[in-house]
């Protein structure tokens, strides 16, 4: 026992001794973790109230100095932290726990097992909050560490960037400030500044990104919760605001410029006010067309006061018999005021690929048709070493243009239209103008349907309609000429240059004006060593007609065309017409065709008439192409216009209704003929003709009749009113001095006096619209009795008119051209075997439909009488 109590008091006493030791050590150790965990949470304190990061250079690396010396000061007490965690854990892997925590109760004494768990978990726990706090700490201040890096290189690219800017928005301004005033420049010098004010604004895009480079990274630090400090704010704001007045500025400049140079530069409208002369002034449109100010007069009009004069000049050709020929002088004398006559194609050509009018639908305003005029006459005036009147050239050409393709004055013209005009009265041979012309609507593949060459044929017919011709060139319906040309190429949907050339060859109606325009420039500086027959001039000038029925029969262009002829003669035909001077060969053909004709009857000539144009109108043709309206009708077209509409209407009836051309009138119109296995049958037909269009023109010209018969006895009253007002002085005159005449009437007489002259104005007035109305009448008349014969002809002239259903006033009834193939001649007037039976079927023919036309259009007195 006394062994046994011994061995236990031993044993007691190496567990007190392990108790105490253990005591001893976890309680250090516990100290320690203690302690670690108060310093850690003191320095993440201290480092959480270090002040946010700022927004200069200097207080950054103030910062970072200090957080420098707080992380060696972390750092150096991380050899500690590292062994005491260490001895935690060397400590719990000594004295593991893996129970899991107990709560006693009061008053139970603890185990010294539990005891030691209890001091292990309590150091497990204390060494898991050092470690976690020691990790936060650290990965803290190197992430503050880095972040001060980052906004200190940040801060000094911003420092730089803004200095460089700084220096570069100091020389942008001083250049700008060097800037003369726009008033001060010279106007040849515009567009230099123009081109120095857009290249120092590229200069200047180095700026603008580093603006845009310093503004992003502020963007940056921001995001990064890191502000710019007062000064580099204020230092970014000054320097941007410098770059926006900077902007404004070359904006203000290039704008001031680019509105002087298009006001008053070489491209713009202000060189051509010196076009005009006092007391005449140009303005200007809001959209850009020009119009005329007379401050004398206190009137404005659109043309010029040039072209006001030529127009009044061209008056003096109305002598002129012939249309073709009319047309084509007055043509003659526009060309030569406009200086066309000598602006070549090929310039043309240069000008419109410089100015970049390739496409034809493209539409022009007024701008770029004056920069197209100017470089034209520019390009004139070098090429030929000759002073041109730019300004007066280019405003004359300006308005003409916009007489024919813009009367209105929208301020738009189509390429096309302006490609038109110039290349018509421009010089080259007639050929090339074709040529180039037809390239214009043509597609890739050198075709053009019926579509453009409607459009084509529709700007050239503007020509002549502008000069009120266009009625004898078959209106401006360009679908029969379209239709006729398309015959040169039968089943095809579109034709070929050399197509359109074979036909242009033929002078078509609607064309016919042009080729003659060119004989007529030939002809000018040509003469003929012949004497006129009627006026003796000698030598002839210009154009020289001969005849080929009589000996030695020459007459001059002034007389054939006015008409003029010799005492008791008349000219007979046919006639040849010459251009150029006459050789011997020629003289020798001239003299055995007039022999050949000596033994020809008049009645020969009268069946075989020979035209000088193709024909390809006819008052029975519809208006269905598309035609564009580039622009609108004249005045006085109204008239024509119902007409063109009723004949239209017409054609549409018998085109929906019945079929009414199946054979041919001329080798270019077609005849009507009955469809008797029409559903609709005659009477329908006429009803619709009875109940429409004849209504329409019983109403028409009731109008104008009464309008007529007002203004016919509003002129008798005012004459009556001016014959009493002209009685007046002359009752006045007798009376001064008389007995009993009062002193007081002279007032009394001035006024009557005024009263006569405002009556002489009015009646003026009234007469000239009175001899308006009669023209238009005139004109209604005629062509209602054209139609009229046509559907309504006697039996007994049938074969007379069959051979005159289509005519064009035309100088020469048979007039050939010298220069030009046999085949071309239309003096030629023996006719070959196969001619004179062709022309006897034709005569049949149209026979046989007048005979149709007189079955579907009975005579009836009432209703011809209202036609």
Partial sequence: MNLCWNEIKRKSHNIRARLEAFSDNSGKLQLSLQEIIEWLTAKDEELSEQLPIGGDVGAVQHQREFHQAFMEDVKSRGPFIYSVLESAQAFLAQHPFQEPEETLTDGKEVSPRRRILNVSRSVWKQANVASDLWEKLTARCVDRHRHMERTLERLLQIQAAMEELAGALEQAEGVRDAWEPVGDLFIDSLQDHIDATKLFKEELSQVKEGMKQVNELAHQLAISDVHLSMENARALEHLNSRWKVLQGSIEERLKQLQDAHRDFGPGSQHFLSSSVQVPWERAISPNKVPYYINHQAQTTCW????????????????????????????????????????VALSSLVDVFREQELQQGEHVMDVVEVIHGLTAMYERLEEQRSILV???????????????????????KMRVLSFKMGLVSLCIADVQEKYKYLFRQVSGPGGLTDQRHLSLLLHEAIQIPRQLGEVAAFGGSNTEPSVRSCFRMAPGKPAIEVSHFLEWMSLEPQSMVWLPVLHRVA?????????KCYVCKQCPIKGFRY?????????????????????????????????????????????????????????????KHPQRGYLPVQSVLEAESSETPCSSPRLPHADTHSRIEHYASRLAEMENQNCSFFTDSLSPDESLPALDHDSPCGQHMLLAHLEHQDKEQLQCTLARLENENRVLQSEYRRLKW???EAAALPMLTEAGEGGPGSPTAGGAQDEELLAEARVLRQHKTRLETRMQILEDHNKQLESQLRRLRELLLQPKDDSEANGSELSTLSSPVSGGGRQGEPPSRETTDTEAAGDDLEREQDTVLQL?????????????????????
């Fill in 389 to 411: 009147n730019i300004p007066l050239c280019v405003d004359m050409c300006l308005n003409w243009l916009l007489n024919v393709y813009d009367s209105a004055r929208n301020g």
């Fill in 522 to 530: 030939a002809a000018e500086s040509t003469k003929h060593q012949a």
């Fill in 546 to 606: 001969r005849s080929l029925k009589q000996f030695n029969v020459d007459i001059c262009q002034t007389c054939f065309l006015t008409g003029r002829t010799s005492k008791g003669k008349k000219l007979h035909y046919p006639i040849m017409e010459y251009y150029t001077p006459t050789t011997s060969g020629e003289k020798m053909r001239d003299f055995a065709k007039t022999l050949k004709n000596k033994f020809r009857s008049k009645q020969y000539f009268t």
């Fill in 847 to 867: 026979q046989e439909v007048i005979e149709q036309l007189r079955n579907v259009f009975p005579s009836e007195p009432g209703t011809t009488s209202h036609i």
């Fill in 303 to 342: 043309d010029h006061p040039k072209m006001t004069e030529l127009y009044q000049a061209l008056a003096d050709l109305n002598n002129i018999k012939f249309s073709a020929y009319r047309t084509a002088m007055k043509l003659r004398r526009v060309q030569k005021a406009l200086r066309l006559d000598l």
């Fill in 721 to 723: 009113k001016h014959e």
